[in-house]
């Protein structure tokens, strides 16, 4: 990690280009970049004196927070049915511990195998994991952050199963070769007991009867072995391989199930053959016959009540004939059958009893079942088995997530508003029994501020959720797909060959929270534009089309006479409008698609709920055969009524109040005379002219070719003979071309720049600033960001009063201000003249639809964002821009550089951001190398670089933003959501926010059994296991069969007591644990090289005997 302490960097030099129209970047150095002050030290000095930054590296360190979400392809499942805490392990060597809300722990092993088992060892606070390495890892859980304290590891046989007596210190490892051994939970240390069973083929379960152990293995065979006298007391064979066996806790009958779908009940009397035998699923057969086989039960599990009959619960063993049936888990009670279907397979289950004792009446309460992408609780006290309403965040891969937004300290009435529209669309018939896990504690601690997170998915849907301190909760769902129709059989051909995926995946969102304005970008190339209404309404949606395609072929070189340019916008609107209309649009007949939208806006009215309310829909449309590009920028601003997006085509503008087009128009267009390439922008073929109110409208040209510096988190090609937009998966081809695409991009040549003239739109920023040099006011502006590093700024005429806002146009025209960057621009900002955040305007939100329809209501209310009202402090303001590869700031009016900063030369950012921390400002980046960073502002100095996280696909890239009070997210697998913190103050406060996984708890007593029954139902109460076990008795095990591996579980510990004796000892044990697993290893290479000589030795002999006989 890098820290940067210095006040400024090279503060006396200036960059080598003009200040003027962009700055030059100098500097190259590999991926740390540098700082660069800008422009002429008599234009700029005053704004850097002005200018107090608070900001060091101190306030800055990466830290990860939390993981929310379903843990990705889970493996191994437990409980501990007295701290009533659950554990999930996954394939990834992930392990995620849940308890009540706000109780969610996750840890991972270093390795990063699969996890196996799990077992707690139960109300200990600590967890034993195996993993398919074949180590056991013992976790401590007395700490917020869990750690590993001893690890075992296997050298000569595979784990296959686990077992822990409730209230025993000795782990039963039952393994692949038939063997069990037996561990030392608390030294972690193999004792030198074993059962050898070499002729079975794989230990399935293991399970205690004191003093004995019930065994069972996968080729049909059960042992009951007698731990003291070391044999077998009770063999039990059956022809059908076992795959779990369960036991009564009285200890005189187990049951077993098998891979033909039966159920075989055991009676230790007569262990000769099962004397039950039952196929729940199979058919009878009319001649009296065995029932038909079925699919094997995985698992079973036999749980007794004391006033009911016994549960007989199993996954697996339905009928063959039935293939495409859902899993299931099937719920015997007494002759009620009843099978519950599930929408994803069975990983495993597990039922939760009252109590922790096995030879106690169980009573089972409820059932855990984890499924490959939920998780489900089962409530077993009534008859109807409901299930319970899952408090935890574990549906946020309902559908696949495709963008992700975070916002921090919001409005404080937001989240209580978004809770009540969205509790009304729960879903009913849930338990009405409080969530059974319900272990750990957890409290709000030090930090109160709202958070929401937007996750946008690829099935149309929007969900809001409440991230406050570190939880998350969904909060309200929106479906974006209901404001179009439902594409019928055969329909959804002209979105099939655009777009492989969801033709409803939401590709970006904007949102802004004062003014409730809620805007979201489709992968069909559509905008829907939401307002925010507490009352339900029956509507028609308003849509427009736009036009935003361009040809290549058949180029016509204008005259210089002719060359388009910036159209007038009091011109433009009627043309636009009568053409872009949703009921004007020209349609082309044959089989070339032109002026056809990819989805149908719904034409009838529409019922909609409270929440967001779709206020208008604009549509790209295709054009002569080619259908519209994927929008790559949004932007909206509520005070103004417009919303922005372009594409790798061009920019379009909407006044959303009006629902008219106010731009549409080709990126090279919006240079006019600025371009600093000098490019040509190029005519449409003559034949390609539109007639449209009796006007020849001529469309923007541009050219087709394809474009990979396109910022879109969803990847657009349009290579000549292909038609589909995807989700790219492999990151690699695409940050090739996106580097490829920089260095042609960056080329002087003109003739280069004219062969990759294809300029996406990347940013859009609508913000109250200086347009021109001249300028001495702030003014309405939309800054627009290219592929090429450009930097466009329009400015735009609004209305003079609020009253003629509805009739009067609004007007787009250009500066003329140009400036550069390298890369692709990411994002703007603009801070005030003493260096503070200046926000767009908005307007305060009001319902739409509410009932009481007085003047006040309906005259907007807007707050204006401006600089300081102050002559002497609101003449001039900074702008932030980042791009790719560099960030720039600027001093308006004047348009001079002040600081240039090379982030990166071998890599490109994938998000910036400009955040507030500490009551202060900087800029945050996320790069494509993995490494995070922030800036101050407005000086660019480093504060922070710390390579974080390599970028392995599109997901992290595509989800990963920043937010302020120093708080990022990202998707970390399809399923979870990663959150993480810059904020050393947050990173030194993280232990009071975490939630404790271990309470202290008392123990449940034992039940009586009386006299009798312990006198006659069983001995082995007082049986002493560390006389069999103990290293005294049973010898040291073989080191070479397992390696001790000491943890890091105890480093708090350990830290606490660096300096005095305990941790003196502590690591002296180590040491000497250290020395003698190598001595021991020694001995061991020593005893097999002696063997290896005799060997020899004998084989020598035999040769030599033989000799004689070979001469003769």
């Given at each position: 990690m890098k820290k940067f302490n210095f006040r400024k960097v090279l503060d006396g030099l200036t960059a080598s280009s003009p200040g003027g129209s962009g700055g030059g970047g100098g500097g190259s150095g590999a991926g740390g970049g540098s700082v660069h002050p800008a422009g002429t030290a008599g234009a700029a000095g005053t704004p850097r004196e002005e200018v107090q930054e608070t900001l060091t590296s101190d306030y800055f360190q990466i830290c990860k927070t939390v993981r929310h979400g379903f843990p990705y392809l889970p493996t191994a499942l437990a409980f501990d049915p007295v701290q009533k805490?659950?554990?999930?392990?996954?394939?990834?060597?992930?392990?995620?511990?849940?308890?009540?809300?706000?109780?969610?722990?996750?840890?991972?092993?270093?390795?990063?195998?699969?996890?196996?088992?799990?077992?707690?060892?139960?109300?200990?606070?600590?967890?034993?994991?195996?993993?398919?390495?074949?180590?056991?890892?013992?976790?401590?859980?007395?700490?917020?952050?869990?750690?590993?304290?001893?690890?075992?590891?296997?050298?000569?046989?595979?784990?296959?199963?686990?077992?822990?007596?409730?209230?025993?210190?000795?782990?039963?490892?039952?393994?692949?070769?038939?063997?069990t051994h037996i561990v030392n939970i608390e030294s972690f240390i193999l004792s030198g007991y074993v059962i050898m069973w070499n002729k079975a083929i794989e230990l399935i379960i293991v399970f205690v009867s004191l003093p004995q152990l019930l065994i069972g293995y996968e080729n049909g065979t059960v042992v009951l072995w007698d731990l003291r006298s070391k044999r077998a007391d009770l063999r039990a064979y059956y022809d059908e391989a076992i795959h779990s066996v369960a036991w009564h806790h009285e200890g005189k009958q187990f049951m077993c199930s098998h891979s033909d779908g039966s159920l075989t009940l055991w009676n230790l009397k007569s262990p000769n053959r099962p004397f039950q035998t039952t196929i729940p699923h199979g058919k009878i057969q009319r001649d009296g016959k065995k029932p038909e086989s079925c699919k094997p039960i995985l698992k079973v599990e036999y749980k007794t009540c004391k006033n009911s009959e016994p549960f007989v619960i199993f996954s697996g063993g339905l009928s063959y004939d039935k293939a495409c049936r859902r899993p299931s888990l099937t719920i015997m009670h007494g002759k009620a059958i009843t099978v519950l279907e599930m929408d994803h397979p069975i990983v495993d289950f597990l039922t939760l009893c009252e109590t922790p004792y096995p030879n106690e009446f169980q009573e089972p309460y409820a059932v855990v079942v984890l499924l490959e992408k939920d998780l489900i609780v089962v409530d077993l006290t009534q008859s109807n088995f409901p299930i319970f309403e899952n408090p935890y965040p574990i549906d946020i891969h309902e559908s696949p997530v495709t963008c992700t937004e975070y916002f921090a300290d919001c409005p404080p009435d937001l989240i209580p508003v978004l809770y009540s529209v969205g509790a009304k669309h729960k879903k009913q018939g849930y338990s009405n029994k409080e969530w059974p896990i319900s272990g750990g504690a957890w409290n709000l601690g030090a930090q109160t501020y709202p958070e929401i997170i937007i996750t946008g998915h690829a099935d149309g849907s929007v969900k809001f959720w409440d991230a406050s301190a570190i939880t998350l909760q969904m909060l309200y769902k929106l479906k974006t797909s209901k404001v179009f129709e439902k594409q019928k059989l055969g329909e959804g051909k002209a979105t099939a060959e655009i777009v492989e995926e969801d033709p409803f995946a939401v590709q970006m969102m904007y949102w802004c929270p004062e003014s409730r304005i809620f805007c979201v970008a489709g992968v069909s190339a559509y905008v829907v534009v939401y307002r925010f209404s507490k009352h339900e309404v029956n509507t028609e949606i308003a849509s427009l089309e736009v036009r935003l395609q361009y040809e290549v072929e058949d180029i016509i070189t204008p005259e210089p006479e002719i060359i388009p340019q910036f159209p007038d916008a009091s011109s433009q609107?009627?043309?636009l409008k009568s053409l872009s209309g949703s009921t004007n649009t020209v349609a082309c007949e044959g089989m070339m698609k032109d002026s056809i939208p990819c989805l149908s806006v719904k034409t009838r009215p529409v019922r909609m709920p409270p929440g967001y309310q779709a206020d208008l829909v604009i549509q790209l449309v295709w054009v002569d055969g080619e259908p519209p590009q994927q929008i790559t920028s949004l932007a909206v601003n509520s005070a103004y009524g417009l919303v922005a997006f372009g594409n790798c085509n061009g920019l379009a503008v909407v006044d959303f109040m009006q629902k008219t087009v106010l731009l549409s128009m080709g990126t090279l267009d919006l240079y006019g005379s600025s371009d600093p390439y000098q490019r040509q922008p190029r005519s449409p073929r003559k034949s390609k002219q539109f007639a449209a109110d009796g006007m020849l409208f001529s469309l923007t040209p541009f050219s087709l070719l394809i474009i990979n510096n396109c910022l879109s988190p969803f990847s657009v090609f349009s290579v000549k003979g292909s038609r589909k937009l995807s989700l790219p998966t492999d990151l690699k081809t695409d940050l090739e071309n996106r580097e490829n695409s920089f260095s042609r991009s960056r080329s002087s040549s003109v003739s280069s720049i004219d062969r990759d003239s294809k300029e996406a739109i990347t940013a859009l920023y609508f913000m109250e600033s200086f347009a021109r040099k001249n300028d001495s006011a702030v003014s309405p502006c939309l800054w627009v960001g290219t592929g090429l590093g450009m930097v466009l700024i329009l400015s735009l005429n609004l209305p003079a009063s609020d009253d003629l806002r509805q009739s009067e146009p609004v007007m787009v025209s250009p500066s003329g201000t140009v400036l550069t960057l390298k890369g692709a621009v990411l994002t703007f900002a603009c801070l005030d003249c003493v260096g503070t955040l200046t926000h767009p305007p908005y307007e305060v939100w009001r319902d739409p639809h509410s009932a009481d329809d007085g003047e006040k209501t309906r005259k907007r209310k807007l707050v204006m964002h401006s600089p300081s009202s102050s002559q002497d402090m609101g003449d001039h303001q900074f702008a932030v821009i980042c791009s790719e590869k560099q960030a720039k700031v600027f001093s308006l009016p004047s348009q001079t550089c002040l600081y240039v900063h090379n982030i990166?030369?071998?890599?490109?950012?994938?998000?910036?951001?400009?955040?507030?921390?500490?009551?202060?400002?900087?800029?945050?980046?996320?790069?494509?190398?993995?490494?995070?960073?922030?800036?101050?502002?407005?000086?660019?100095?480093?504060?922070?670089?710390?390579?974080?996280?390599?970028?392995?696909?599109?997901?992290?890239?595509?989800?990963?933003?920043?937010?302020?009070?120093?708080?990022?997210?990202?998707?970390?697998?399809?399923?979870?959501?990663?959150?993480?913190?810059?904020?050393?103050?947050?990173?030194?406060?993280?232990?009071?926010?975490?939630?404790?996984?271990?309470?202290?708890?008392?123990?449940?007593?034992?039940?009586?059994?009386?006299?009798?029954?312990?006198?006659?139902?069983?001995?082995?109460?007082?049986?002493?296991?560390?006389?069999?076990?103990?290293?005294?008795?049973?010898?040291?095990?073989?080191?070479?069969?397992?390696?001790?591996?000491?943890?890091?579980?105890?480093?708090?510990?350990?830290?606490?007591?660096?300096?005095?004796?305990?941790?003196?000892?502590?690591?002296?044990?180590?040491?000497?644990?250290?020395?003698?697993?190598?001595?021991?290893?020694?001995?061991?290479?020593?005893a097999s090289m002696m063997a290896s000589a005799e060997a020899f030795s004998k084989h020598a002999h035999e040769v030599r005997a033989l000799a004689p006989h070979t001469q003769n």
């Amino acid at each position: 990690m890098k820290k940067f302490n210095f006040r400024k960097v090279l503060d006396g030099l200036t960059a080598s280009s003009p200040g003027g129209s962009g700055g030059g970047g100098g500097g190259s150095g590999a991926g740390g970049g540098s700082v660069h002050p800008a422009g002429t030290a008599g234009a700029a000095g005053t704004p850097r004196e002005e200018v107090q930054e608070t900001l060091t590296s101190d306030y800055f360190q990466i830290c990860k927070t939390v993981r929310h979400g379903f843990p990705y392809l889970p493996t191994a499942l437990a409980f501990d049915p007295v701290q009533k805490i659950l554990a999930i392990g996954t394939r990834t060597g992930a392990i995620r511990i849940l308890g009540r809300p706000g109780v969610d722990c996750y840890c991972q092993h270093e390795s990063g195998a699969a996890v196996l088992q799990l077992q707690f060892l139960i109300n200990e606070g600590a967890l034993v994991s195996a993993s398919a390495d074949d180590t056991l890892h013992l976790w401590n859980l007395r700490q917020k952050r869990p750690a590993i304290l001893h690890s075992l590891k296997f050298n000569r046989e595979r784990i296959t199963y686990c077992h822990l007596p409730f209230q025993s210190k000795w782990l039963y490892v039952g393994t692949e070769r038939g063997n069990t051994h037996i561990v030392n939970i608390e030294s972690f240390i193999l004792s030198g007991y074993v059962i050898m069973w070499n002729k079975a083929i794989e230990l399935i379960i293991v399970f205690v009867s004191l003093p004995q152990l019930l065994i069972g293995y996968e080729n049909g065979t059960v042992v009951l072995w007698d731990l003291r006298s070391k044999r077998a007391d009770l063999r039990a064979y059956y022809d059908e391989a076992i795959h779990s066996v369960a036991w009564h806790h009285e200890g005189k009958q187990f049951m077993c199930s098998h891979s033909d779908g039966s159920l075989t009940l055991w009676n230790l009397k007569s262990p000769n053959r099962p004397f039950q035998t039952t196929i729940p699923h199979g058919k009878i057969q009319r001649d009296g016959k065995k029932p038909e086989s079925c699919k094997p039960i995985l698992k079973v599990e036999y749980k007794t009540c004391k006033n009911s009959e016994p549960f007989v619960i199993f996954s697996g063993g339905l009928s063959y004939d039935k293939a495409c049936r859902r899993p299931s888990l099937t719920i015997m009670h007494g002759k009620a059958i009843t099978v519950l279907e599930m929408d994803h397979p069975i990983v495993d289950f597990l039922t939760l009893c009252e109590t922790p004792y096995p030879n106690e009446f169980q009573e089972p309460y409820a059932v855990v079942v984890l499924l490959e992408k939920d998780l489900i609780v089962v409530d077993l006290t009534q008859s109807n088995f409901p299930i319970f309403e899952n408090p935890y965040p574990i549906d946020i891969h309902e559908s696949p997530v495709t963008c992700t937004e975070y916002f921090a300290d919001c409005p404080p009435d937001l989240i209580p508003v978004l809770y009540s529209v969205g509790a009304k669309h729960k879903k009913q018939g849930y338990s009405n029994k409080e969530w059974p896990i319900s272990g750990g504690a957890w409290n709000l601690g030090a930090q109160t501020y709202p958070e929401i997170i937007i996750t946008g998915h690829a099935d149309g849907s929007v969900k809001f959720w409440d991230a406050s301190a570190i939880t998350l909760q969904m909060l309200y769902k929106l479906k974006t797909s209901k404001v179009f129709e439902k594409q019928k059989l055969g329909e959804g051909k002209a979105t099939a060959e655009i777009v492989e995926e969801d033709p409803f995946a939401v590709q970006m969102m904007y949102w802004c929270p004062e003014s409730r304005i809620f805007c979201v970008a489709g992968v069909s190339a559509y905008v829907v534009v939401y307002r925010f209404s507490k009352h339900e309404v029956n509507t028609e949606i308003a849509s427009l089309e736009v036009r935003l395609q361009y040809e290549v072929e058949d180029i016509i070189t204008p005259e210089p006479e002719i060359i388009p340019q910036f159209p007038d916008a009091s011109s433009q609107i009627p043309s636009l409008k009568s053409l872009s209309g949703s009921t004007n649009t020209v349609a082309c007949e044959g089989m070339m698609k032109d002026s056809i939208p990819c989805l149908s806006v719904k034409t009838r009215p529409v019922r909609m709920p409270p929440g967001y309310q779709a206020d208008l829909v604009i549509q790209l449309v295709w054009v002569d055969g080619e259908p519209p590009q994927q929008i790559t920028s949004l932007a909206v601003n509520s005070a103004y009524g417009l919303v922005a997006f372009g594409n790798c085509n061009g920019l379009a503008v909407v006044d959303f109040m009006q629902k008219t087009v106010l731009l549409s128009m080709g990126t090279l267009d919006l240079y006019g005379s600025s371009d600093p390439y000098q490019r040509q922008p190029r005519s449409p073929r003559k034949s390609k002219q539109f007639a449209a109110d009796g006007m020849l409208f001529s469309l923007t040209p541009f050219s087709l070719l394809i474009i990979n510096n396109c910022l879109s988190p969803f990847s657009v090609f349009s290579v000549k003979g292909s038609r589909k937009l995807s989700l790219p998966t492999d990151l690699k081809t695409d940050l090739e071309n996106r580097e490829n695409s920089f260095s042609r991009s960056r080329s002087s040549s003109v003739s280069s720049i004219d062969r990759d003239s294809k300029e996406a739109i990347t940013a859009l920023y609508f913000m109250e600033s200086f347009a021109r040099k001249n300028d001495s006011a702030v003014s309405p502006c939309l800054w627009v960001g290219t592929g090429l590093g450009m930097v466009l700024i329009l400015s735009l005429n609004l209305p003079a009063s609020d009253d003629l806002r509805q009739s009067e146009p609004v007007m787009v025209s250009p500066s003329g201000t140009v400036l550069t960057l390298k890369g692709a621009v990411l994002t703007f900002a603009c801070l005030d003249c003493v260096g503070t955040l200046t926000h767009p305007p908005y307007e305060v939100w009001r319902d739409p639809h509410s009932a009481d329809d007085g003047e006040k209501t309906r005259k907007r209310k807007l707050v204006m964002h401006s600089p300081s009202s102050s002559q002497d402090m609101g003449d001039h303001q900074f702008a932030v821009i980042c791009s790719e590869k560099q960030a720039k700031v600027f001093s308006l009016p004047s348009q001079t550089c002040l600081y240039v900063h090379n982030i990166t030369e071998t890599s490109f950012l994938l998000r910036a951001d400009v955040v507030t921390l500490c009551n202060s400002v900087c800029l945050a980046c996320f790069c494509a190398n993995g490494h995070i960073m922030t800036l101050s502002l407005p000086s660019l100095r480093p504060l922070l670089d710390i390579n974080y996280l390599p970028v392995t696909d599109m997901r992290i890239a595509r989800t990963f933003c920043f937010t302020n009070e120093g708080q990022a997210l990202y998707l970390s697998s399809p399923t979870e959501i990663q959150r993480l913190t810059y904020s050393q103050e947050m990173c030194d406060n993280l232990q009071d926010m975490l939630g404790d996984l271990f309470t202290p708890v008392e123990t449940p007593e034992a039940q009586n059994r009386g006299f009798l029954k312990g006198l006659f139902g069983g001995s082995g109460q007082a049986f002493d296991r560390e006389e069999l076990f103990g290293e005294a008795t049973a010898g040291k095990a073989s080191r070479s069969l397992a390696q001790h591996i000491p943890g890091s579980g105890g480093i708090e510990g350990m830290r606490g007591a660096a300096g005095g004796v305990i941790g003196d000892l502590t690591r002296a044990r180590i040491a000497l644990d250290e020395r003698g697993q190598k001595l021991g290893e020694l001995d061991e290479r020593t005893a097999s090289m002696m063997a290896s000589a005799e060997a020899f030795s004998k084989h020598a002999h035999e040769v030599r005997a033989l000799a004689p006989h070979t001469q003769n």
